[in-house]
């Protein structure tokens, strides 16, 4: 969907090497949420956002959304080859259930 | 736990063939959704229950009937299968508390449908 913006497409990165991901909204965002998908297989649920300013960790990745709730991130510390597969973010617009999502980002781990 | 079950796995059609694809989730949520997953695109929303009894279309619904056959089970139907409708299909499922509060979708592995 054009209303969620998420970058880069594809990312290579070195193992152990720190990488972020963006996903950007021109609204404001009742809640925000990233998943990862590995090759042939459906989403994982990694962490939800919904307030400003809100920051989340669990193991090495780290997730934030901004104050205005438009823009969050995601960051990878010492990437791991584990971590390779496809990142989606999304996003509640409004109260009801449905959900827009990004495009992915397909993150390539290289040993 | 099984979470949300969808079958089949893999599917070919020939166009204008149709087939239903089932979903189930073990997991007692009130809300299960529809959505088809095309390269670059992301995952658009086909059809979405709310709750039993209820189905609303979502941003794609054209080509698809579903039906909530109870709280458990949510089935999407192709009735006359077109190239178009090659993709991804995942079914997700969820269980919002009140309706200004969102809860994170879970999903099964997806159904890999492809018509020649």
């Known amino acids: 969907s054009q209303e969620l913006e998420q970058s880069p497409q594809s990312l290579i990165v070195q193992e152990g090497k720190n990488l972020t991901i963006n996903c950007t909204s021109s609204k404001t965002l009742y809640g925000l949420y990233w998943y990862k998908q590995k090759y042939g297989e459906g989403l994982i649920f990694l962490m939800m956002?919904?307030?400003g300013g809100e920051e989340k960790s669990h193991e090495k990745i780290t997730a934030k959304l901004d104050e205005k709730k438009q823009q969050s991130s995601l960051h990878i510390t010492a990437s791991q080859p584990s971590h390779a597969g496809i990142y989606l973010c999304g996003a509640a617009m409004d109260s009801n259930y449905q959900l827009i999502w990004g495009a992915g980002t397909k993150l390539i781990i290289k040993p | 736990n099984a979470g949300v079950t969808q079958t089949p796995k893999f599917q070919v059609l020939k166009t204008g063939q149709s087939m239903t694809l089932q979903c189930a989730q073990d997991m007692n949520h009130n809300s299960m959704y529809w959505y088809r997953q095309d390269p670059g695109m992301g995952l658009r929303l086909i059809y979405y229950?709310?709750?039993?009894?209820?189905?609303d279309k979502g941003e794609v619904p054209n080509g698809y009937n579903v039906s909530r056959l109870n709280k458990r089970e949510f089935s999407l139907r192709l009735e006359s299968a077109a190239p178009s409708q090659t993709s991804v299909y995942f079914c997700?499922?969820?269980?919002?508390?009140?309706?200004?509060?969102?809860?994170?979708?879970?999903f099964g592995d997806g159904t890999r449908l492809s018509i020649l």
């Open positions: 229950s709310a709750s039993e009894g209820t189905t």
């Open positions: 997700a499922s969820s269980s919002p508390i009140g309706r200004q509060a969102h809860q994170p979708q879970h």
């Open positions: 956002l919904q307030k």
